[in-house]
């Protein structure tokens, strides 16, 4: 099982990055799929939802209205499109795959918003 992300990087606030989250090793259409995201010093939270269809989307408060998940079962790829970035935006962000009670990280990719 592998998720790999990518995507991450440095942006001035205001600005957007688009995260990629390339799944394989499992059934990706049976899974919902996450993105969470970890400050220095914070514990982890989970910022935006997706169910296996894409039919079902939830998201944190301090992110609603600016970060869209996406993602495309063929490709097994989730997204995370973030516009309006924020300095308290950074943090390294994770995806996760989720199914009864069977978690599957990735490695995290970093996101710096900072001018």
């Known amino acids: 099982v592998q998720l790999v992300e990518s995507g991450g990087g440095l942006v001035q606030p205001g600005g957007s990055l688009r995260l990629s989250c390339a799944a394989s090793g499992f059934t990706f259409s049976n899974y919902a799929m996450t993105w969470h995201r970890q400050a220095p010093g914070k514990e982890r939270e989970r910022v935006a939802a997706i169910s296996n269809t894409g039919g079902s989307t939830v998201y944190a408060d301090s992110v609603k209205g600016r970060f869209t998940i996406s993602r495309d079962n063929a490709m097994n790829t989730v997204y995370l499109q973030m516009n309006s970035l924020k300095p308290e935006d950074t943090a390294v962000y994770y995806c996760?795959?989720?199914?009864?009670?069977?978690?599957?990280w990735g490695q995290g990719t970093q996101v710096t918003v900072s001018s």
């Open positions: 996760n795959a989720i199914r009864s009670g069977t978690q599957y």
